[in-house]
C-alpha cells in the first residue's frame, strides 16, 4: 500500500460547486496532517492543517478520521482561483518524523 | 516574510557534467530538503538535513550528494549528470515546530 494516496483527478467542477477529496495513508502512527496547494509551475504552499476535531477555513474545511486513516477537503463556493493541484501531506513518527510524505496531488480545475 | 531562494530558476547541462544547485532560506530554519517533481511521481525526497553539516538520505538519493556548512544554505550536487536526472527540483526548509514547509521556487534543470 502507497504511504499517501491520492485520486490524481482531474476534478472539472463548475464555479459555485462543493467539490471534496479525500487521501489514505498507510502508517497508523502518522502525527501530523496537512493540505498543501500547488499552481500550475509553482511551488508547493501549505493551505491548512488538519487537526482531529476538523477545521475550517473560510470555504475550506478538513478532516481526519484517524480510525479509517484518511484525510478529507472540502471547498465550498468554488472560484476560479481555486483551481490547482491539492496536495495531501502526512508527517511520519519515529525515525520518520523529519520528513513529510507527500500524495501525488488531486488536480482541480474550476470552470465558468 | 519567509523566503527560501534557489540559485536558478531554468539550468541547461549536459550529460556527464558536475551540477550544483544552491538553496538559501532566510527563517533560521533547521531543516532543509531537496526534492524532485516529476510528471505522475509527485515530489520524491532526495536528501535532507536537520542541522549543519548533517546529512540523511532521502526515498531516492543515487546519483546525488549535499552539502550544509552553513545553516541557512544547502547545496544539491549531481556528481555527474544524466538525462534522467532532468527534472524540477524543489528545496524546502522548516523550522522543528511547527511543521509548515516552506519551498523554493524550483530549478527545471535539463540534462541534454
Known amino acids: 500500500r502507497k504511504e499517501v494516496e491520492q485520486d490524481p483527478g482531474p476534478f472539472n467542477v463548475p464555479e459555485g460547486a462543493t467539490v471534496a477529496f479525500n487521501c489514505t495513508y498507510s502508517?497508523?502512527?502518522?502525527?501530523?496532517f496537512f493540505w498543501y496547494r500547488q499552481d500550475c509551475r509553482k511551488e508547493p504552499k501549505l493551505l491548512m492543517s488538519v487537526y482531529s476535531s476538523g477545521n475550517e477555513d473560510g470555504r475550506f474545511t478538513a478532516q481526519l478520521n484517524r480510525a479509517s486513516q484518511y484525510i478529507s477537503l472540502l471547498i465550498r463556493d468554488s472560484k476560479l482561483s481555486d483551481s490547482a493541484t491539492y496536495l495531501c501531506?502526512?508527517?511520519?513518527?519515529?525515525?520518520?518524523?523529519?520528513?513529510?510524505?507527500f500524495g501525488k496531488g488531486t488536480k482541480l480545475s474550476v470552470i465558468p | 516574510d519567509v523566503k527560501v531562494t534557489q540559485s536558478s530558476r531554468y539550468l541547461v547541462k549536459r550529460t556527464g557534467e558536475k551540477v550544483f544547485l544552491e538553496c538559501v532560506q532566510d527563517?533560521?530554519?533547521?531543516?532543509m530538503f531537496w526534492y524532485r517533481q516529476d510528471p505522475g511521481l509527485g515530489l520524491r525526497l532526495i536528501y535532507f538535513s536537520y542541522d549543519v553539516k548533517m546529512k540523511e538520505k532521502g526515498d531516492i538519493p543515487e546519483g546525488y550528494s549535499v552539502s550544509r556548512e552553513k545553516k541557512e544554505r544547502f547545496s544539491l550536487i549531481l556528481e555527474s549528470a544524466s538525462t534522467n536526472q532532468t527534472s524540477m527540483y524543489l528545496c524546502?526548509?522548516?523550522?522543528?515546530?511547527?511543521?509548515?514547509?516552506?519551498f523554493g521556487p524550483g530549478t527545471r534543470l535539463t540534462v541534454t
Open positions: 502508517n497508523s502512527a502518522s502525527q501530523s
Open positions: 527563517m533560521d530554519h533547521e531543516n
Open positions: 524546502a526548509s522548516r523550522d522543528r515546530v511547527p511543521y509548515e514547509q516552506y
Open positions: 501531506v502526512v508527517k511520519g513518527s519515529g525515525a520518520g518524523s523529519y520528513q513529510l510524505t
